[in-house]
């Protein structure tokens, strides 16, 4: 199983009723019910490509700024512009990564009602998931990396 099938399977449950989605960033508690295994199927292959285009912005948009920050500093003296550079990652990593992310986020809010309807919503109370704690910490570990990346690339152009 692979990082999106472990990410996308925390988007199921099993209930009484049948199999529910829980799509992410909605309310929680509230949960659609998957009336066919090919619905299943679709709904599964919506959320891949959707969690892989937000990956490959995060990730490709990460990179594309710190090169872009690199240079920046490069271009300009030594001296310590620790707020400077801060102020300049900021701005273009908004730009850069946090606006296309913003739109996706809006098209999938969009899109996912074609999948399911309205009158198939139903209460979900099911606790978390080990799988889905596993992937927290996992995430708090990525989170720590990228903490680190980011005091290393300060210091070495301080």
Do not use: N
């Not at 019910?33 to 490509?49: G, N, Q, T, Y």
């Not at 990460?62 to 271009?75: P, R, V």
């Amino acid at each position: 199983m692979g990082l999106l099938d472990s990410i996308v399977s925390r988007s199921f449950r099993d209930d009484p009723a049948g199999r529910v989605v829980v799509f992410g960033g909605e309310v929680r508690g509230r949960g659609y019910l998957v009336k066919s295994k090919a619905d299943e199927l679709k709904i599964k292959s919506f959320i891949k490509m959707f969690i892989f285009a937000e990956l490959s912005i995060q990730l490709l948009g990460l990179w594309l700024t710190l090169a872009w920050i690199g240079q920046y500093s490069e271009a300009r003296d030594r001296a310590a512009h620790l707020l400077r550079a801060i102020c300049a990652f900021a701005g273009v990593y908004s730009v850069i990564v946090i606006l296309p992310l913003l739109l996706l986020w809006r098209s999938y809010k969009k899109e996912r009602f074609s999948f399911v309807s309205a009158e198939d919503e139903v209460p979900v109370t099911s606790k978390r998931p080990r799988d889905q704690q596993f992937f927290q910490i996992v995430a708090l570990i990525a989170v720590a990396i990228l903490v680190l990346i980011g005091v290393i690339f300060l210091i070495r152009f301080k």
